[in-house]
């Protein structure tokens, strides 16, 4: 709404928020599925196989949170407002590969570990927690982070509840 008469404004706003993420992304390996307005999907793992896809998109997160602080800080001293972001991670086994219409096709991820993925970055504002990671993560991950239990809860496509998890950063 700030950017309602802005449209060149809000695109390079939001321009510079993508560039900052995607380079987070990159550095840990993780691959561009796409962007969809101010979100970024990416995943792990493919299309090389990466044995510690679940410890770099954890990273990715908690480095992603660091470098939106830093921008917030540019922003703020720019008259600019600040951004807020959810982040969901989940693991599971996906499709992968080219995707898409006889037309037109692109590189992506489906299954139903990426929706879920989805969901939980979706709950992130309703669960208070920037970052909103599920138990197949935490799984694979525990001893590299100090994961805190948020709740259970039931998302949209499932009738079953999942636990989610955030990082403490009280440590």
């Known amino acids: 709404e700030k950017y309602k008469g802005n449209p060149a404004g809000l695109t390079r706003l939001i321009n510079r928020f993508l560039t900052r993420m995607t380079d987070v ?3 840990n ?22 044995k510690k896809h679940r410890e770099m998109a954890v990273k990715s997160a908690g480095e992603m949170q ?9 922003l703020v001293a720019e008259g600019l407002p600040q951004i807020n972001i959810g982040i969901g991670i989940n693991t599971g086994e996906a499709l992968v590969g ?3 219409s006889e037309q037109r096709f692109d590189y992506s991820v489906i299954g139903d570990s ?8 979706s709950s992130s504002k309703t ?14 991950t525990e001893k590299d982070y100090d994961f805190e239990f948020v709740d259970e809860i039931t998302v949209k ?7 989610v998890y955030t990082i403490n950063n009280s440590r």
């Open 98 to 100: 080219n995707m898409g």
């Open 25 to 27: 992304i990159i550095a």
């Open 66 to 74: 660091v470098a939106l602080k830093e921008l917030n800080t540019k």
């Open 157 to 163: 496509g499932k009738s079953e509840t999942v636990k």
């Open 127 to 140: 669960l208070g927690k920037t970052l909103v990671v599920g138990e197949s993560t935490v799984k694979g």
């Open 114 to 121: 990426v929706n879920l993925a989805s969901r939980l970055e």
């Open 29 to 50: 390996g993780g691959t561009i599925d796409k962007f969809m307005g101010d979100c970024i999907m990416a995943f792990w793992n493919a299309p090389l196989e990466n």
